[in-house]
C-alpha cells in the first residue's frame, strides 16, 4: 500500500511517500481502508522528534481517520466491511479505574493512534474494534475525518475539566486552529458566551460565523485589555488555552476572580511563569486536559445528529502532498482542519 512515512527526525523534507507492507490486524481489530485523515499538531511534534521515544520508527502519522472496514478479526461481531466509520483516536486497556470512570487518558496504558502508533497517512491502518465509531449525519469522510481528536478535546477542556456552564465568558485563543474551532462550537452548545482570538481579520469573520459573540485580532490588538472592556470589567471566566508559552501571561490577565484556566498545548513553548501570590490572592485554577475518554466522543458525536455541532474543513489535500498540507498547518494558513483524502 502507499503511505507518508518518515524515517528519521526532522522537517517536512523527512516525509516520504512510499509504498509499504499492508498492516497486520488481530482477532479483536480491523482493518480500515483510510479515505480521510486529519492533520494536528501531533503530526509535527512526531515528526521533530518531541518526545520521539514515543513514535514508533519508521512512522506513519494520522489520528483523526475515517473510512470503510475492509477486514475484521474473528472476535469482533459488530462491524462488517463496507461500514462508514471514523476512529476515536485514544487506545486504552478499558479496564483500570481510570477507565472505567470515564478517565481513559489517565490510563497507564493509554496511546494515540497515529502518535504512539501507526496511523492513518496511509491507504490503510489496523485499529482496535472498540476504537471504531459509526460517521454521524452523514457527514462525508473528510468532514468526519475533521472531528474525533479536536471535538473530543474541546469537550474535555471545557465540560469536564473547568465545568463550563450556561451564561460565563469563556476565552478562546488561537480560533484558526482545529481545536479552537471546535472549542468556538462547544462552548456555544453549552450555552457560553465566547470571546475569540485569531491573527487576521479574515480569520475573525469565520470565527464569528462559528458563533463568537466578540473577537480580537490578537497580533494588532491588547488582549487582556479587550477581554476587560467586552466584558464591562468582568473578564473570562474560563480561558481556553492551546498555545502555553506566548499567552500564559495575557491569559492570566484576562481571567476573572475565580476563574478557570484550561490548558491542552503548547505550540509556542513550554516555558512560563507565575506570580503565585496573583493565583491564591485571585483564587484562580490552573488545569491541564489531555484527550477526552471514549463516553465523551460518543456524546460530542450526538451533536453532529443534529446539526448543533459541524466540522470545520479548511482544505484537502491529496495523500502524496502531506508535506504541503503540514507546511501549511505550520505557517498557521488553516483555519479549522486540513484533511488528507485517500
Known sequence: MK???FHEFGGTEKLR??????????????????RGCALNHLDIWARM??????????????????GEVVKAGRLVKKWKPGDRVLIAPGVSDGTCEYCTSGWDSLCESYRIIGYETQGGYAEYVSVPANNILSIPGGLS?????????VFLTAWHMLSTRSHLTAGETVLVWGAGSGVGSAAIQVAKVMGAKVIATAGSDEKLD??????????INHRSQDVPAEV???????????????????????????????????????????????????VFVRQFSLMGSYMGGLGELLKVLTFFEDGRLKPVVDSVFP?????????????SEHFGKIVLKI
Not at 230 to 249: I, P, R, S
Request: aromatic residues 6%.
Open 17 to 34: 511517500y512510499e509504498d509499504v507492507p499492508e498492516p497486520i490486524f488481530g482477532e479483536t481489530e480491523a482493518l480500515i481502508r483510510v
Open 319 to 331: 495523500l502524496s502532498d502531506a508535506a504541503k498540507a503540514q507546511s501549511r498547518m505550520e505557517k
Open 3 to 5: 503511505a507518508v512515512v
Open 49 to 66: 522528534g518531541t518526545r520521539g521515544e514515543r513514535v514508533p520508527m519508521p512512522h506513519i502519522s494520522g489520528s483523526d481517520i475515517s
Open 228 to 278: 476587560k472592556r467586552l466584558t464591562n470589567g468582568m473578564k473570562a471566566n474560563v480561558v481556553f488555552d492551546h498555545v502555553g508559552q506566548a499567552t500564559w501571561e495575557k491569559s492570566m490577565r484576562s481571567m476573572a476572580a475565580g476563574g478557570r484556566l484550561v490548558n491542552c498545548g503548547v505550540t509556542s513553548g513550554g516555558k512560563a511563569e507565575i506570580d503565585i501570590r496573583y
Open 206 to 215: 469565520k470565527a464569528r460565523k462559528l458563533g463568537a459573540d466578540w473577537v
Open 141 to 149: 469522510f473528510e468532514e468526519a475525518a475533521s472531528v474525533p481528536l
